[in-house]
Nanobody, 122 residues
Framework: VQLQASGGGLVQTGGSLRLACAAS????????FGWFRQAAGKEREFVAG????????YYADSVKGRFTISKDHDKRTVYLQMSSLKSEDTAVYSC????????????????WGQGTQVTVSS
């Protein structure tokens, strides 16, 4: 599988953005898709994850209630709807896939797409 992330941009504090992660090639039905982010000078951190088959989304505490992960099988795309954005959400966001649901470790995700920049201005 190959992943292509898109949808980043510049948004004001309190605004919304929707990121998309398009999958091409073979998607393993039991896989989990995740969104991660990396702010300048910081380590990459988990944001949200979801099973490709079924649902069961899970989130980092820092984004619960503000971000929603979802998927569209027909479009082979995983989305990250981000609302009530804060300056601390500014980062490069990347999508990834791996075999283990529930994990927040980036080392458990084996396939990565390129990142998309999200900048939240005050």
């Amino acid at each position: 599988v190959q992943l292509q992330a898109s949808g980043g941009g510049l948004v004001q504090t309190g605004g919304s953005l929707r990121l998309a992660c398009a999958a091409s090639g073979r998607v393993i039905t039991s896989s989990t898709f995740g969104w991660f982010r990396q702010a300048a000078g910081k380590e990459r951190e988990f944001v949200a994850g979801i099973r490709w088959t079924g649902n069961s989304p899970y989130y980092a505490d820092s984004v619960k209630g503000r971000f929603t992960i979802s998927k569209d099988h027909d479009k082979r795309t995983v989305y990250l709807q981000m609302s009530s954005l804060k300056s601390e959400d500014t980062a490069v966001y990347s999508c990834a896939t791996g075999p283990q649901w529930g994990t927040k470790r980036d080392s458990n995700f084996g396939t990565w797409g390129q990142g998309t920049q999200v900048t939240v201005s005050s």
